[in-house]
């Protein structure tokens, strides 16, 4: 159960929708029992949680918001009610941790709280998601994880970037932040993978999310999911094999993770008919020896793979021609067409 002292009953309106709520302050021996849900971020650094324990401290930090999955409540009179179904933090999580810490510390918080009843996941999600865009404080890292909750083609991706059949299983980072194991983003994960489908359909947006609800399912409809996994996998496997990406020790450093050089290389391998064998991605064995050797570490290779704007286009141009270098005939034979039905979305900066 948790407690709730100076509470009133309220009723709000949320997406025109009409809510019974409770409005009031956390009791702080109930802090430990508010549950932190699947689809929320992770606990800030201890720093940024101490300046969240100072400003409960010393004065007043805005309510946090929960859900209770169910209805069951009893009122106490003067303003206290006790809650007796499971209550998730919908928004709060970092102050919430921090009321806990400064109890822990001697010093009760005044947390105040608006507590949704009869909510569920579905709902708490789209509310979480509804409070935070267009903050900086949440990741669309963490949006397209959640997404795999109600949309099949990120829930197929999601859960393959965690699969042990995936070259890179747990390594890409679908949190507020990277961790010390991870490779790449969540977002740029599914700008590559998308990139690298897109004579297949819509995979040219610059928008993470959309491609997550629009771009990727239309692919899927088209080649199965098993083809395009295996896709993905081919892909990150080459780039292992030929430049070893799995044993950096510093990823900022590594060419062959910069978002740039993997869009540039899915984007030629997708633009060329000689690595794909219906809607397989097949690396001919020449041509994959000859990608082997091409100058990763140059300093202008370097430049172009951490730089902006139109260095995808050169890096491109420069990978085409080393694998044509040396041939007289047997070049790589561009696509004559553009897969239709592209999506439209706004450059999305990665986090």
């Known amino acids: 159960m948790i407690k709730v002292i100076n509470g009133a009953l309220d009723i709000v309106t949320i997406d025109g929708e009409e809510r019974l709520a409770i409005r009031g302050v956390i009791d702080p021996l109930s802090l430990a029992s508010i549950i932190t849900p699947g689809y929320q971020r992770e606990v800030l650094t201890d720093g940024k949680i101490d300046v969240l324990k100072k400003a409960l401290a010393t004065s007043r930090v805005p309510d946090i918001d929960l859900g209770m999955r169910g209805a069951n409540m009893q009122e106490e009179g003067s303003g206290q009610f006790l809650l007796m179904d499971q209550i998730f933090v919908i928004d709060g999580l970092q102050r919430r941790t921090a009321a806990q810490r400064l109890l822990q510390e001697g010093t009760p918080p ?90 297949l359909g819509p995979g040219r947006s610059t928008d993470a999310k959309a491609l997550a609800q629009s771009g990727i399912p239309k692919i899927l409809s088209r080649i199965g999911g098993r083809a395009f996994i295996d896709n993905v996998n081919t892909f990150f496997t080459f780039l292992n094999d030929s430049y070893g990406i799995l044993d950096v020790s510093y990823r900022q450093h590594a060419v062959a993770l910069k978002g740039n050089f993997m869009m540039a290389l899915a984007g030629i391998f997708s633009d060329y008919e000689e690595f794909w064998v219906g809607n397989r991605l097949t690396i001919p064995a020449d041509l994959k020896r000859k990608l082997g050797t091409f100058a990763i570490t140059d300093p202008y290779v370097k430049e172009l793979a951490s730089s902006g704007g139109r260095t995808t286009v050169m890096l491109e141009n420069l990978l085409i021609t080393h694998i044509n270098s040396g041939k007289r005939t047997r070049h790589l034979k561009r696509r004559d067409y553009i897969a239709p039905e592209e999506i439209d979305g706004s450059s999305e900066q990665e986090d």
């Open 110 to 199: 005044h947390l105040g709280a608006l507590i949704h009843l009869d909510t569920n996941e579905d709902w708490e999600r789209r509310r979480f998601e509804a409070l935070n865009s267009g903050q900086t404080n949440v990741s669309t890292n963490v949006i397209l994880r959640n997404l795999a909750q109600d949309n099949v083609g990120a829930d197929l991706v999601y859960k393959f970037s965690n699969s042990k059949r995936f070259i890179l299983a747990n390594r890409i980072s679908w949190k507020q932040s990277m961790g010390r194991g991870d490779l790449l983003t969540g977002i740029m994960f599914y700008k590559v993978i998308a990139r690298l489908h897109s004579h």
